[in-house]
Protein backbone atom coordinates (compact mmCIF):
# COMPACT_ATOMS: atom_id res chain seq x y z
CA UNK A 1 0.00 0.00 0.00
CA UNK A 2 1.61 3.20 -1.16
CA UNK A 3 -0.88 5.50 0.68
CA UNK A 4 -2.16 4.68 4.35
CA UNK A 5 -5.14 6.55 5.20
CA UNK A 6 -6.09 6.75 8.65
CA UNK A 7 -8.60 8.44 11.21
CA UNK A 8 -11.87 7.39 10.64
CA UNK A 9 -14.56 6.23 12.96
CA UNK A 10 -17.49 6.65 13.92
CA UNK A 11 -18.80 10.54 15.04
CA UNK A 12 -22.71 12.33 15.60
CA UNK A 13 -23.87 14.89 13.47
CA UNK A 14 -22.34 18.11 14.22
CA UNK A 15 -19.14 16.30 15.30
CA UNK A 16 -15.44 16.75 13.46
CA UNK A 17 -12.68 14.25 12.81
CA UNK A 18 -9.00 14.06 11.07
CA UNK A 19 -8.40 12.13 8.19
CA UNK A 20 -4.79 11.56 7.70
CA UNK A 21 -2.79 9.93 4.92
CA UNK A 22 1.14 8.79 5.19
CA UNK A 23 2.85 7.98 2.08
CA UNK A 24 5.29 5.14 1.90
CA UNK A 25 8.96 5.58 0.83
CA UNK A 26 8.16 4.31 -2.18
CA UNK A 27 6.57 7.43 -3.56
CA UNK A 28 8.00 9.63 -0.77
CA UNK A 29 10.34 11.06 -3.40
CA UNK A 30 8.07 12.94 -5.62
CA UNK A 31 4.88 13.40 -2.93
CA UNK A 32 5.75 17.56 -2.60
CA UNK A 33 5.18 18.33 -6.18
CA UNK A 34 2.21 15.92 -6.84
CA UNK A 35 -1.64 16.70 -6.39
CA UNK A 36 -3.21 15.46 -3.65
CA UNK A 37 -7.24 14.67 -3.02
CA UNK A 38 -9.52 12.87 -0.48
CA UNK A 39 -12.60 11.05 -2.54
CA UNK A 40 -15.47 9.50 -0.73
CA UNK A 41 -17.97 6.38 -1.80
CA UNK A 42 -21.12 6.13 0.37
CA UNK A 43 -23.19 3.26 0.58
CA UNK A 44 -24.62 2.35 -3.31
CA UNK A 45 -23.20 5.51 -4.63
CA UNK A 46 -20.47 6.04 -6.85
CA UNK A 47 -17.11 7.19 -5.82
CA UNK A 48 -16.87 11.18 -5.74
CA UNK A 49 -14.04 14.07 -5.80
CA UNK A 50 -14.16 15.80 -2.29
CA UNK A 51 -11.05 17.88 -2.08
CA UNK A 52 -8.04 18.44 -3.43
CA UNK A 53 -4.49 20.22 -3.12
CA UNK A 54 -1.79 20.78 -5.59
CA UNK A 55 2.14 21.14 -5.11
CA UNK A 56 1.49 24.34 -4.52
CA UNK A 57 -1.47 23.97 -1.95
CA UNK A 58 -4.11 25.70 -4.01
CA UNK A 59 -7.01 23.58 -2.46
CA UNK A 60 -9.87 23.48 -3.96
CA UNK A 61 -13.92 21.49 -2.60
CA UNK A 62 -17.12 20.20 -4.05
CA UNK A 63 -20.21 21.86 -3.04
CA UNK A 64 -21.25 19.79 -0.52
CA UNK A 65 -18.48 19.71 1.77
CA UNK A 66 -17.29 23.72 1.13
CA UNK A 67 -16.63 25.31 4.41
CA UNK A 68 -17.06 22.46 6.46
CA UNK A 69 -13.95 20.62 5.28
CA UNK A 70 -10.33 21.30 4.59
CA UNK A 71 -7.52 19.32 3.15
CA UNK A 72 -4.15 20.24 4.10
CA UNK A 73 -0.69 18.68 3.81
CA UNK A 74 2.98 18.64 5.51
CA UNK A 75 5.44 17.65 3.03
CA UNK A 76 8.02 17.56 5.48
CA UNK A 77 5.89 14.23 7.14
CA UNK A 78 4.14 13.06 3.75
CA UNK A 79 1.12 13.42 4.54
CA UNK A 80 -2.20 15.01 3.54
CA UNK A 81 -4.91 15.44 6.24
CA UNK A 82 -8.73 15.85 5.93
CA UNK A 83 -10.28 18.26 8.79
CA UNK A 84 -14.26 17.52 8.91
CA UNK A 85 -15.93 19.65 11.14
CA UNK A 86 -19.91 20.14 11.25
CA UNK A 87 -20.59 16.41 9.77
CA UNK A 88 -24.25 15.22 9.16
CA UNK A 89 -25.48 12.21 8.09
CA UNK A 90 -25.09 12.20 4.49
CA UNK A 91 -20.84 12.57 5.16
CA UNK A 92 -21.15 8.79 5.77
CA UNK A 93 -18.71 6.72 3.44
CA UNK A 94 -15.61 5.56 2.84
CA UNK A 95 -12.70 8.08 2.36
CA UNK A 96 -9.49 7.42 0.07
CA UNK A 97 -6.54 9.26 -0.43
CA UNK A 98 -5.32 9.61 -3.98
CA UNK A 99 -1.89 10.86 -4.91
CA UNK A 100 -1.23 11.93 -8.72
CA UNK A 101 1.99 13.16 -9.51
CA UNK A 102 3.53 15.21 -12.67
CA UNK A 103 4.24 11.98 -15.01
CA UNK A 104 0.24 10.85 -14.58
CA UNK A 105 1.22 8.37 -12.26
CA UNK A 106 -1.71 7.69 -9.37
CA UNK A 107 -1.69 6.01 -6.17
CA UNK A 108 -5.19 5.47 -4.34
CA UNK A 109 -5.33 4.49 -0.44
CA UNK A 110 -6.82 1.70 1.28
CA UNK A 111 -9.79 3.81 2.40
CA UNK A 112 -11.09 4.78 6.09
CA UNK A 113 -14.15 4.57 7.04
CA UNK A 114 -16.45 7.54 8.69
CA UNK A 115 -19.94 7.23 10.01
CA UNK A 116 -22.12 9.66 11.39
CA UNK A 117 -25.06 8.53 13.37
CA UNK A 118 -26.50 9.49 16.22
Known amino acids: VQLQASGGGLVQPGGSLRLSCLAS???????????LSWYRQAPGKQRELVAT???????SYSDSVKGRLTISRDNAKKTVYLQMNSLNLEDTAVYYC??????????WGQGTLVTVSS
Open 98 to 107: HLSSRWGSEY
Open 53 to 59: ITGGSMS
Open 25 to 35: RAISSFFNPST
